[in-house]
């Protein structure tokens, strides 16, 4: 419903869909068959991003590990990890997430957007219980999940270290000037 009212409202803007696991993705990728058959304004919209900038932009529905490359003016993020029952506890299993590469996929993700991403959850932050050593994508996810909910993004811990380079004195010395207090 999201991805048709946004083509109406906004079919100057190109969009892609990223689901975060290949089941999800292809469950969409059915709804949105049947959906594009009954929908003029939609098959209008895929049409005209297949012609736009030579289809470099065109509509898209991929999973996670699929999206290296691919920047839209909008993405849609659907997560639906969740509880199996009403009420219960989200089990921790976040597929490709919680592997090796997990954090790079996400940070590829967080990058495909040029003006705006619409996150689609199940859970929220407080659902996953991850820490950045043990599980870095799935605690990267967690963070997502608190961004997109506050608009308050973690920055991080200030380690208080002295700079390390002369291009780092350099840059300091830069952002002071321009009124900002960098911490290196």
Known sequence: EATLRFMRQYPDRSLGLVTLNQKQRDLLLE????????????????????????????FFIKNLENVQGDERDVIFIGTVYGAEKAGG??????????????????????????QQIVTFSS??????????????????????????ATGILHAGESKNMEPDSEFEVFVIKQLHSMGFAPVP
């Open 31 to 58: 709804e949105w068959a049947h959906r594009l058959e009954k929908d003029e304004t939609a098959a209008a919209y895929v049409e005209a991003w297949e012609e736009k900038n030579d289809g470099l932009e065109r």
């Open 123 to 148: 859970m929220t932050a407080a659902d996953i219980r991850a820490e950045e050593s043990a599980n870095p994508g799935a605690f990267m996810l967690k963070r997502w999940l608190e961004y997109s």
């Open 89 to 114: 506890p989200v089990m921790q299993r976040f597929g490709p997430i919680s592997g090796l590469a997990g954090r790079r996929r996400l940070n590829v993700l967080f990058s495909r957007a040029k």
